[in-house]
T-cell receptor, first 114, second 114 residues
């Protein structure tokens, strides 16, 4: 069964600290993996996309990694800011059909305290 | 910022009422989607459309219906709302040939049925 599991479910950190969010998946055949950020009361916004051949990709203070062998991805946030408080959702795409489909994780709720 | 808009943002109605959630995008995307999101749970696809006059049911069974008469417009209708329909509804669109492209989300419509 294709699944996406995220950990931790929630996380509280102090402003300026770093943190790492995890995403494990069993989706096969794998196409790509995206991390989305969802602010409270807003729709999700894409942060980064990882394809099979990519190990790491940065977007400002966000760095995503992908280990396609172990089917794990992480999102590292450096020097956190209050505006980083949000839910971070891992979404994995398959290529098992002509059009493919998406599998969503339940998200990690990050709270950054001043 | 994504150019996709949802109205209303919040709606509180009584059981048995008919409601329509509006969604419009100005990006010219062929594909549009409706997702249902409950607290702490993953997004569930309830409807999608490949283009004008095309609609398909998603993974999650829903009593709602959709229409796609114009490329930019993808409304969702509930003929008779029930308390079990209380949820956050997110509209999204994407470009590309498959269903696994980057999703651009609206800000959501939070529906409460009393």
């Amino acid at each position: 069964k294709n699944q996406v599991e995220q950990s931790p479910q929630s996380l509280i950190i102090l402003e300026g600290k770093n943190c790492t969010l995890q995403c494990n998946y069993t989706v096969s055949p794998f196409s790509n993996l995206r991390w989305y950020k969802q602010d409270t009361g807003r729709g999700p916004v894409s942060l980064t996309i990882m394809t099979f051949s990519e190990n790491t990709k940065s977007n400002g203070r966000y760095t995503a990694t992908l280990d396609a062998d172990t089917k794990q991805s992480s999102l590292h946030i450096t020097a956190s800011q209050l505006s980083d408080s949000a839910s971070y959702i891992c979404v994995v795409s398959d290529r098992g059909s002509t059009l493919g489909r998406l599998y969503f994780g339940r998200g990690t709720q990050l709270t950054v305290w001043p | 910022e994504a150019d996709i808009y949802q109205t209303p943002r919040y709606l509180v109605i009584g059981t048995g009422k008919k409601i329509t959630l509006e969604c419009s995008q100005t990006m010219g995307h062929d594909k549009m989607y409706w997702y249902q999101q409950d607290p702490g749970m993953e997004l569930h696809l309830i409807h999608y459309s490949y283009g004008v006059n095309s609609t398909e049911k998603g993974d999650l069974s829903s009593e709602s219906t959709v229409s796609r008469i114009r490329t930019e417009h993808f409304p969702l209708t509930l003929e008779s709302a029930r308390p079990s329909h209380t949820s956050q509804y997110l509209c999204a669109s994407s470009a590309g040939t498959g269903l696994t492209g980057e999703l651009f989300f609206g800000e959501g419509s939070r529906l409460t049925v009393l």
